[in-house]
């Protein structure tokens, strides 16, 4: 795999549909600005490029014996030891959880926090709504 060092100055180049434009209803077009990324993040290319790489040994995880299955079970796995180890943690201590976006994330860590039943959780007009979801 390429390494790449990102920076402030490169990091835009390497957002997939940064540049897009999209039309306004005066019929003008304009650069499509994201403000949600809590919920989707855009993409970097290299993950799109091994997302496609990938795709043709996609199949589930976890849930079957055949070859596919195998392959995509092993680099889902790589990829928590890789977290792992970008936070420098141990998966015998930690656990590591994906999710689809900020607010599954959130939603995920939510219902697996034990709080009692009275407890009460502040949170700010500044933080993304998906916050006061679960």
Known sequence: ???IEYTIANIAEEVVGLNKCVPLLDGTETRYIYFDNAAST?????VLDSLNAFMEWYSNIHRGTGFKSLISTYFFEQAREIVADFFNISLDDH???FGKNG???INKL???VPLP??????VTQMEHHSNDLP
């Not at 039943?117 to 502040?122: G, H, P």
């Open 1 to 3: 795999m390429k390494e």
């Open 117 to 122: 039943e009275d407890c009460i959780i502040l």
């Open 95 to 97: 656990l590591v959880i």
């Open 110 to 112: 939510a219902h697996r």
């Open 42 to 46: 855009p993409t970097l290319k290299p």
């Open 103 to 105: 607010t599954e994330a």
